[in-house]
């Protein structure tokens, strides 16, 4: 991938939706910046950027919920990014598989 295809927004960032490789569960959203994609793809595991810290943040790094980089793809508008990932735990802080586990519906 060329990050310099990628189209980042005002602040620097591009948009990244966290997906299971092996369920398609969609598992959290966040935030990458020009830096967090290149480690990403070196890396082969997900970083991502804080907008409350400011700072890169490696996903897993404190809790061991790490997820390996099996694919990142961008949508055809180059705006926004697919990470196919396989998890070692939950994505969410809060303890879910996932951060999408309310239904507003509900």
Same mark, same amino acid.
């Given at each position: ?19 299971? /490789?092996?369920?398609?569960?969609? %598992? ?5 910046? /020009? ?10 595991? !997900? ?14 790094? !404190? ?8 694919? %990142? ?9 697919? /990470? ?9 802080? !809060? ?9 507003? %519906?509900?």
């Amino acid at each position: 991938m060329d990050i310099s295809q990628l189209r980042f927004n005002d602040q620097g960032l591009i948009p990244c939706i966290v997906q299971d /490789a092996a369920t398609k569960d969609v %598992l959290m959203m966040a935030w990458m910046n /020009a830096e967090s994609v290149r480690l990403t793809l070196d890396q082969r595991t !997900t970083w991502f950027f804080s907008r409350s810290r400011g700072q890169l943040w490696h996903k897993g790094e !404190t809790s061991g919920n790490t997820q390996q980089l099996v694919d %990142l793809r961008y949508d055809c508008d180059e705006d926004c990014l697919l /990470a196919l990932v396989t998890p070692a735990g939950p994505a969410c802080h !809060t303890g879910e598989t996932t951060c999408f586990y309310r239904s507003a %519906l509900e």
